[in-house]
């Protein structure tokens, strides 16, 4: 099993920054996808980002585009988000997952274990 964590979520104004941790606990992450997820409320759960082990990263969602930043410290077993003028329609609760290799990070089926979110508010 692997256990991660979301932190550093919060309410901010529109214009603000955040930066979003996930740390992972438990087995091995080695070799692991990492990615993003957000669920504002009344909608689906959608993709934002991810990050391979390699440290190569997927499209970015096109709303996030230019404004977050995803990393990773394998080191530390933690997934960053750096989320920068930041938006109302940016509010939502933000989750990580882990995935294994080989796999489709957009997708949300390819992953295998989830944080219990972090909720992020903008206000305007």
């Known amino acids: 099993q692997v256990q991660l964590v979301e932190s550093g979520g919060g309410l901010v104004q529109a214009g603000d920054s955040l930066r979003l941790s996930c740390a992972a606990s438990?087995?091995?992450?080695?070799?692991?996808?990492m990615g993003w997820f957000r669920q504002a409320a009344g909608k689906a759960r959608e993709f934002v980002v991810a990050?391979?082990?390699?440290?190569?990263?997927?499209e970015y969602l096109d709303s996030v585009k230019g404004r977050f930043t995803i990393s990773r410290d394998n080191a530390k077993r933690t997934v960053y988000l750096q989320m920068n003028s930041l938006k109302p329609e940016d509010t939502a609760v933000y989750y990580c997952a882990a995935a294994g290799p080989d796999v489709d990070l957009r997708k949300a089926h390819s992953y295998d274990f989830w944080g219990q979110g972090t909720q992020v508010t903008v206000s305007s």
């Open positions: 438990g087995r091995t992450f080695s070799g692991s996808g």
């Open positions: 990050i391979r082990w390699s440290g190569s990263i997927t």
